[in-house]
């Protein structure tokens, strides 16, 4: 540990997470409202269900396993590393308390070993996908450099944030650094990447369901 | 005027000053176990401390508030802190010699020129390198006492945070430009003793290592003994499992705190703080501020007055978080807008622009089959 460190950890603290959070938001809110003034032409057909029957049952329907589009190792690690990241961010007691200070809002934790394990299997879980889109030569085929970018800023809060609570390499000062700096590069990007899936995903799904559901095409 | 040149050795002092030989071999194991050193270490220390002659030290106050010499001085019971001032001849020292004015530097000049290249260097405060005049000794400026006395000490020791890290003089805005001694004493051994004020046994641990093995201790990169300096008061915490179990404290008058749950929501400093108040603890082993209830303020970590807050946890980010997400927000409502604005009227463009194509206007292209 030295002062590099230290002032390291002071800045991500301080000036770095507030442009951080400063980008986060200027660039969500501009991508959303972007998104949705693009606007969409007026449906012509009735819808053949109940109107908006077909975006739900699109958000489900794409949710499940299905043999046909994707492999079991997709749909399994990619379960496991979204769940496991789920509960390592919300569920870990300083994240609440940072969550709380925030937003306002609270709740209890989970014992930290458990949120270390899934931490762990989080870790694991992304490695099996790289290791997949790499050797399926389809996914490796499709792959461009966004999806390996999106992986690794996925990655890195978990990776450092696991070696910080267990003081692994580095000093915890260190460490702690350089997971809030991971976590502020993470931020950055997820408006103006793939990554604005975590807003996007199921409005996306239902809209699609839903103009799906007013064609020939059965959904 | 009669100066105290220091005579005799550490342990001569130690026996003219009513200690037994059976409590001198007890503090030299007691001090091989403060520097986590093997068992038999306490006979080596209770040689070298029987042949070692007891040193000169020069204390120097800075800008500091003399907190690390009470803390020192106020031990009521025959402690390692309280061994400190029998291990040493303390030759000059503003808060504890009778002298005074000129005479008090008179003595000082004295005891360095008697014990040059020999003598211990002891600062507590840090230097107003910004504003000289902020500081000053009989007319003297801080930095020209310290690098006068520097030259000709065997070894200076930084005790507490100012000295170390320039401490609450240096905290922001820092009006006097403090530094720590570091900043000047470049040439010397050099150890670094933070805290404020830093625990008394680790410095008769660390002066005790210096008379036995007649050198610092190993230190890390901020100059600090990893023996007392090397874990972060988390890992040492006996509260630690609370942490692990994720039960909290969320205010001090709380069934959590009652129960004695981790301070961490409280602000504990403890994960980012390297001491070893959690090991060594205060007050002759009784107790240490996260048993009394309070957080670890990271006093021995620099630039801790600026750290964001005492009450606020250790990885939360410093300021007011609404106020930039707000801000950035309504940023994001204006771009975003004017980017809709952009787009449509990009689209109205291009449909006004668009000019449909006939078969007939296909059949006339250059190339097509008649």
């Known amino acids: ?219 | 005027m009669e100066v105290a040149i220091a005579k005799g050795t550490v342990y001569e002092a130690l026996r003219a000053g009513g200690m037994s030989r059976r409590a001198f071999l007890q503090a030299c194991a007691a001090i091989g176990a403060a520097l986590a050193l093997p068992p038999g270490s306490g006979r080596a220390i209770a040689q070298a401390l029987t042949r070692t002659p007891r040193p000169s030290v020069i204390w120097l106050s800075f800008q500091e508030c003399t907190g690390c010499t009470e803390s020192l001085s106020r031990a009521h019971a025959p402690t390692l802190e309280s061994l400190i001032f029998d291990m040493i001849s303390l030759d000059y020292h503003h808060t504890l010699q009778a002298a005074a004015g000129a005479a008090a530097e008179e003595a000082r000049r004295e005891a360095m020129a008697a014990n040059h290249g020999r003598y211990i260097l002891i600062v507590d405060g840090s230097l107003p390198v910004g504003q000289p005049a902020y500081s000053t000794i009989a007319g003297i400026s801080n930095l020209a006492m310290l690098q006068e006395a520097a030259a000709g000490a065997a070894a200076v020791i930084a005790v507490g945070s100012c000295a170390a890290f320039g401490g609450l003089p240096g905290a922001a805005p820092n009006p006097t430009g403090a530094v720590p001694i570091s900043a000047v004493v470049r040439n010397r051994p050099l150890v670094t003793l933070p805290g404020c004020p830093p625990i008394g046994a680790v410095i008769a641990g660390t002066l005790a290592h210096f008379l036995t093995f007649g050198r610092l201790p190993e230190c890390d990169p901020l100059g600090r003994p990893r023996v007392f300096y090397g874990e972060t008061i988390h890992d040492r915490c006996y509260r630690r499992p609370f942490y692990d179990r994720g039960l909290f404290a969320d205010t001090f008058d709380d069934e959590g705190a009652r129960q004695g749950w981790c301070l961490y929501k409280l602000g504990c400093k403890g994960p980012t703080t390297y001491n070893a108040c959690a090991t060594l603890k205060w007050n002759g082993g009784v107790s240490f501020p996260i048993q009394s209830g309070h957080g670890c303020l990271g006093c021995s970590q620099p630039d801790f007055w600026d750290g964001g807050g005492f009450y606020r946890a250790a990885a939360l980010p410093f300021g007011p978080l609404t106020g930039t997400a707000g801000i950035a927000a309504a940023a994001g409502l204006a771009t975003g807008t004017a980017m809709a604005v952009a787009n449509r009227k990009k689209r109205a463009a291009a449909k006004r622009a668009h000019q449909p194509i006939t078969v007939a206007d296909l059949e006339k292209s250059p190339g097509a089959q008649p």
């Open chain 1, 1 to 219: 540990m030295n002062m590099t460190s230290i002032a390291l950890l002071a800045w991500v603290r301080g000036p770095g997470f507030h442009i951080a959070l400063a980008i986060f938001c200027l660039g969500l809110v501009w991508r959303l409202i972007e998104i949705y003034s693009l606007g969409r032409d007026p449906h012509l057909a009735a819808p053949r269900h109940r109107a908006g029957a077909s975006g739900w049952w699109t958000i489900l329907r794409r949710s499940r396993p299905s043999a046909e589009h994707e492999s079991m190792v997709s749909y399994l690690s990619g379960y496991t590393f979204h769940i496991g990241l789920i509960l390592t961010f919300f569920f870990f007691a300083p994240h609440i308390e940072l969550l709380r200070r925030a937003t306002g809002f609270a709740w209890p934790a989970l014992p930290t070993p458990l949120v270390d394990a899934a931490a762990a299997i989080t870790v694991v879980a992304l490695g099996v996908m790289l290791t997949s889109r790499l050797l399926d030569p389809v996914k490796r085929f499709l792959s461009v450099t966004e999806d390996y970018l999106t992986w690794a800023l996925t990655l890195a809060p978990v990776v450092t944030g696991y070696l910080c609570f267990h003081h692994l390499g580095f000093s915890y000062t260190t460490l702690l650094a350089l997971h809030l700096a991971s976590v502020e590069v993470l931020m950055v990007c997820m408006p103006f990447t793939k990554l604005i899936h975590f807003v996007t995903l199921f409005p996306s799904r239902w809209m699609n369901g839903d103009h799906f559901g007013r064609t020939g095409v059965a959904s």
